[in-house]
């Protein structure tokens, strides 16, 4: 089932055992959001419960998914770790990244306002 995903036992759920970089300029790419999908719901050709893994990459913005199908208590442990929120935004992650941190700062994620 998790062939190319490994769990995390956190908040964000999983990581990857593969690189991912973008595929039109090669920058590594950056976790963008995790979605759960507890009750297991048919989404996005996904059947059972399972993840929506989203990454990002900091130099073009190319944006891509990935459908992680998993057991339903798995799910549910990662959903009560993040007490009861289906989605997960690993903005601590955003942080360690000097041009993210400027992009999102200058957007108004970062600073006073936070």
């Known amino acids: 089932m998790l ?3 490994k769990r995390t036992e956190d908040l964000l759920g ?3 055992k593969f690189k991912i970089t973008c595929q039109f300029c090669k920058t590594k790419m950056v976790p963008r ?3 759960l ?3 297991g719901e048919l989404v996005y050709g996904m059947v ?3 993840c929506q893994m989203a990454y990002k990459c900091p130099r073009c913005g190319f944006h891509q998914r990935f459908n ?3 057991d ?3 799910i549910e442990k990662v959903l009560a770790l993040r ?3 289906v989605q997960h935004n690993p903005v601590s992650e955003w942080e360690q990244d000097d041009k993210i941190k400027a992009q999102l700062t200058a957007l108004g994620y970062f600073g006073n306002n936070r």
């Open 3 to 5: 062939k190319r995903w």
């Open 68 to 70: 992680i199908t998993d």
């Open 14 to 16: 999983y990581r990857p």
């Open 83 to 85: 007490n009861g929120k």
């Open 33 to 35: 959001y995790s979605y």
């Open 37 to 39: 999908f507890p009750n």
């Open 72 to 74: 339903k208590e798995y």
């Open 48 to 50: 059972g419960a399972g």
